[in-house]
């Protein structure tokens, strides 16, 4: 059995980051100058939500609090609060990049192909 070699984080990036650059690279100049620091913001999220679902994964999706004596509970760890942010904005990036591609240059989805007959 082979194990899995864990990548540094900075690698990680830069792994998502060609995967990112192939996905767009018919873009033209202007547009590429453009998304460039989009995708890499896109490849730094990607990797930072895959280590907090780990921690989500290993710790769960609730801290438990105690104020005072008698008042205690569970809320959303921090871990999930900061994986919905960066979805978010991961989202929002990945959205701008997607406008950024030409009409005729995107491939219709089989959804949208069974619609349009």
Do not use: W
Not at 50 to 58: A, G, M, P, T, V
Request: charge should be neutral; include cysteine; aromatic fraction near 4%.
């Amino acid at each position: 059995m082979t194990e899995k070699v864990e990548l540094s984080k900075e690698k990680r990036i830069k792994k998502e980051l060609a995967k990112l650059k192939r996905a767009f690279k018919d873009l033209d100049k202007n547009k590429k100058i453009n998304a460039e620091s989009r995708m890499e913001r896109a490849a730094f999220l990607t990797v930072c939500l895959e280590d907090l679902e780990e921690i989500i994964n290993q710790e769960g999706y609730e801290d438990e609090y105690q104020n005072g004596e008698t008042q205690k509970g569970t809320t959303q760890s921090n871990a999930v609060k900061t994986h919905i942010a960066m979805t978010r904005n991961l989202t929002v990036i990945m959205r701008q990049l997607d406008e950024l591609v030409p009409p005729e240059r995107k491939e219709k989805s089989k959804l949208a192909l069974l619609r349009d007959e």
